[in-house]
């Protein structure tokens, strides 16, 4: 169709398929004679006359807009007044009909929630010219530089509502596309910000001077040439905060050595190199406690130059050091050991092994605190030298060696030796440990406050009720039982031997400890049963202390319990309920968050309850 | 407005005073938001500060009580909301805004 007009009713011209032509279609064509065109020009002029005469007698029977064939989208021309007014009515009529219909209100919902179209009528007539622009295939003129280019799926309109040509809407997209992505992504990321401070039990709402001070002086760290004589308490969590940025390297470091500290705290030490470890002892000689995160650097050399140094450590925690021999453990053990009090050794894939804990039990006899956590090399043998540590007070063991499983004669050795003095046991990655275990902690351990024992198989219920019935130590206040549960690919939900904390251990448990725990975790315990869950937070039975509570994958958890869980325990800061389905519609009080419900956000803040329970 | 004398019935506002004399007169429940404040200021301790509503702090100046003052009121307007767009610190006043603010437990 080579009509300069407007294009014509879509009906037609959209599809743009034609047949062999007649000559004298042909003839006329050649001449520049289009029949289309004639035919087209005599349909306006009569409708033209038709509209004038129709407008005058104040019509109420117009055709439907889509059948009407007078196209609302400018370009338009050769308008009579008649039929501008006819057109203007056509439209409103047909805007009307839009905002009734269902597509359109879907449309605005979608719209409302991008917050980009709030206006009622500007989105209708959007939508309006939107179902009157021409349709893919078709020629059009670009509204803004009026060039003639084919309509496709992805032309966009222009300011005033005509399609633009590629080139154009290039430019269009330059201009607004990238305030308009720009807005959205800071939407979504207060949100994401929100729900990641609530994981981390911060509860929105203004923060306190201290933080706000503490993020600023992050943001513009490489400002400050040092740290004034601040408290060694905000160093470290500005340590902390620079470290989750990924800051800590070289010239940051300096401003964390002072030659007066005797502490140094590195969360990241990934951009460190062995050198950066070196300085620490050359600039603060009085270091009394040093503790290194992600600390990959600190090999040999360090280790070498550490013992040629007069530091002596009194704790000495090293993440992922695994660049360290044997050798090197050995020598430092024996030569810096006896001033020792605290041993802690994350991630040292295969160094560390059963010799060093020989060591130890030798050359460390003051050594009251002792964590080796996913280490790959210590086996039973190794865990019996734990017991010839007799000061020991906190003890915290994660074996993970996949090939030769600890097993329980060793860790009630261990416990039946020095168990009298603990005050920390954790134990995690125990799968084969038996109830043997549990016995040994009933027996020997009267001091304990925290208490882990993670990811079992084989402990009975029984067990853990006999653990907590008669104990004679005092109440816990951090207890950990996560994933002590019956295990069995084939019968998943049979537990014929119950087998893992169930509904007998958890009461026993809440009867010992519940007045002063502060922090319990059950995850996984999936055999504890809803009749266990009500019978211990019940009405008249509070938990003073209880702060956070982790029941996620407890299947039998369900809006009643969590209601009843919140009116039991007035200083619950969290509740997670990971994987609870029954956990869908509970009302969560002020100030308390509920982490985990099954919904799209996964989770709930704010309660209607009254109560100056904010916190920040 | 400042300070009341008389110790019966407290007075809504308190006046906080920077070492070098400057002097601010803050809301008391505003100011209370600092956990050393509402400890000078509880007339169970019986502190001279409580009887006349006036605390002296002769280690923070000036410029830095100003900005602690706005903070109170900051945190007081915002007290019960939630999505709360986070203070402007001038970041020279950083590291004694942040002596201050341990000092006073905020």
Not at chain 1, 375 to 394: E, R
Not at chain 2, 60 to 87: Q, S, T
Request: net charge neutral.
């Amino acid at each position: 169709m080579s009509a300069p007009n407007p294009p014509n009713p879509p009906q037609r011209g959209a599809r743009a398929i034609r047949g062999p032509q007649s000559a004298l279609t042909d003839f006329l064509a050649s001449h520049n004679i289009s029949a289309n065109q004639i035919r087209q020009d005599a349909n306006a002029r009569r409708a033209a006359a038709l509209a004038s005469v129709q407008a005058a007698e104040d019509d109420s029977n117009a055709p439907s807009p889509a059948a009407e064939p007078e196209p609302a989208a400018p370009p338009r021309r050769k308008e009579t007044k008649a039929q501008e007014a006819k057109r203007k009515k056509e439209e409103e009529k047909a805007i009307a009909k839009i905002k009734a219909s269902k597509q359109f209100q879907k449309r605005r919902r979608q719209y409302n929630s991008d917050d980009e179209v709030t206006d009622e009528d500007e989105a209708a007539r959007a939508f309006f010219q939107e179902s009157m622009a021409p349709l893919p295939g078709q020629m059009e003129n670009c509204e803004i530089c009026e060039k003639r280019f084919s309509v496709t799926a992805y032309s966009r309109a222009g300011p005033d509502g005509g399609l633009l040509c590629p080139k154009c809407s290039r430019d269009m997209d330059k201009e607004e596309g990238a305030a308009k992505k720009k807005r959205k992504t800071q939407a979504g990321r207060q949100r994401r910000q929100l729900q990641s401070n609530l994981l981390d039990g911060i509860y929105p709402g203004a923060k306190d001077l201290m933080t706000l001070c503490i993020e600023t002086l992050a943001k513009n760290v490489d400002m400050a040439d040092s740290f004034g004589d601040l408290p060694p308490a905000l160093v470290d969590r500005l340590s902390g905060i620079l470290c989750k940025k990924r800051l800590m390297n070289s010239s940051i470091l300096d401003l964390f050595l002072r030659p007066e500290y005797d502490s140094v705290t590195i969360y990241d030490g990934s951009k460190l190199s062995s050198d950066d470890y070196i300085r620490i002892f050359q600039i603060v000689p009085k270091i009394k406690h040093l503790r290194l995160r992600n600390a990959v650097q600190f090999k040999n050399k360090v280790m070498d130059h550490l013992l040629g140094t007069t530091v002596e450590l009194e704790s000495l925690s090293l993440y992922g050091a695994n660049l360290i021999d044997d050798e090197r453990w050995n020598t430092y053990l024996t030569e810096k050991g006896s001033h020792l009090k605290a041993l802690k050794v994350y991630w040292t894939d295969g160094h560390f092994g059963n010799e060093q804990l020989e060591v130890l039990a030798k050359t460390c006899p003051d050594l009251e605190r002792l964590k080796v956590a996913h280490n790959q090399k210590v086996t039973d043998p190794g865990i019996s030298h734990i017991a010839n540590l007799p000061n020991l007070k906190y003890l915290s063991l994660e074996i993970t060696n996949a090939r030769e499983r600890t097993t329980s004669g060793p860790y009630v050795e261990v416990i039946n030796s020095i168990g009298g003095g603990l005050r920390t046991l954790s134990l995690s990655n125990i799968s084969q440990l038996n109830d043997s275990v549990l016995k040994a902690i009933h027996e020997q351990c009267k001091d304990l406050s925290k208490l882990r024992l993670a990811d079992n198989e084989v402990f009975t219920d029984q067990a853990f009720a006999d653990l907590f019935t008669g104990w004679r130590n005092p109440p816990l206040t951090y207890l950990d039982l996560h994933k002590c549960r019956h295990i069995d690919a084939a019968e998943p939900r049979e537990n014929p031997e119950s087998i893992g904390l169930g509904s007998l251990g958890f009461q026993a448990l809440m009867a010992h400890s519940g007045e002063a725990l502060r922090h319990l975790n059950v995850h996984s315990c999936r055999h504890i049963s809803r009749e266990a869950f009500e019978s211990i937070f019940t009405a008249d039975k509070t938990y003073p202390e209880l702060q956070t509570i982790d029941l996620s994958f407890c299947q039998q958890v369900n809006d009643f319990v969590a209601g009843s869980i919140f009116r039991s325990c007035p200083n619950l800061k969290t509740l997670k309920v990971f994987g609870n389905f029954g956990v869908k519609d509970v009302r969560v009080p002020k100030g308390k968050i509920l982490i985990g419900v099954p919904n799209a956000l996964g989770m709930q803040i704010e309660g209607t309850e009254d109560g100056d329970g904010r916190t920040i | 407005m400042a300070s009341s004398s008389q110790n019966q019935g407290l007075s809504k506002y308190v006046t906080l005073v920077s070492m070098d004399g400057f002097e601010f007169v803050v809301l008391r429940e505003a100011a209370s938001v600092s956990k050393a404040i509402a400890r000078m200021l509880s007339p169970t301790n019986g502190f001279k500060e409580a009887q006349d509503g006036r605390c002296v702090f002769g280690e923070i100046n000036g410029v830095v009580l100003e900005k602690v003052a706005e903070y109170f009121y900051y945190n007081y307007k915002n007290r019960n909301r939630e999505d709360v767009p986070d203070m402007e610190i001038p970041p020279e006043l950083c590291l004694e805004l942040l002596m201050a603010a341990d000092y006073l437990d905020t």
